[in-house]
């Protein structure tokens, strides 16, 4: 899913008003790789190549000197990290502050978006890295059925928010 898509769901699906917090979250799967990735690129004195295809991408990926970045990518798309990460951040937050800190589930949300929207071919999402490698081969994000309905889906449930149940 892109990012745009998974700064929207964040923002909808998580209780309470828009706030950063949830969208920073809600990429921060993406962008702690890919940011990464750039900048790693930049001080190398470096561009990325622009990518014709999705297979060129991906080839460029599995070089041995860019294969860093896929290994990245199955940490960061982790549920199993994120809630080793987040379970005692929740806690801490919820002791001093005494509000449940919504927008701790930005990240897991983002991850079970992109399970069944990537595929075998394109970053498969390995949500349970360290403890298996196990992968669902989906239906990737790009293909016009799944951007257009994502979008359909996210307009719809704008409108729910904002006139139905009003929030």
């Known amino acids: 899913m892109d990012i745009f898509a998974h700064t929207m769901w964040s923002l909808i699906l998580l209780p309470g008003p828009p ?5 920073a979250l809600g990429i921060a799967p993406d962008i702690l790789v890919f940011a990464t990735s750039l900048t790693k690129q930049a001080i ?12 060129e991408m991906m080839d460029w990926y599995h070089r041995p000197e860019n294969k860093w970045v896929l290994n990245f990518y199955k940490w960061t798309h982790s ?7 987040l379970t005692p951040t929740f806690f801490i937050w919820f002791k001093f502050s005494g509000d449940i800190p919504w927008f701790l589930l930005a990240a897991p949300i ?36 799944v951007f257009i309905g994502n979008y359909v889906l996210i307009i719809a449930a704008i409108y ?4 139905v149940i009003g929030k």
Request: charged content about 20%; hydrophobic content about 40%; aromatic content about 12%.
């Open 19 to 23: 706030s950063i917090e949830k969208a």
């Open 44 to 55: 190398k004195g470096k561009m990325q190549p622009g990518f014709k295809t999705r297979k």
């Open 79 to 85: 549920l199993v990290v994120w809630t080793a990460l």
């Open 110 to 145: 983002h991850i079970l978006m992109d399970i069944p929207t990537h595929n075998n071919n394109s970053f498969p999402v390995q949500f349970l890295t360290p403890i298996s490698k196990f992968k669902v081969n989906g239906m990737h994000w790009s293909k016009p059925i």
């Open 160 to 163: 729910f928010r904002m006139f």
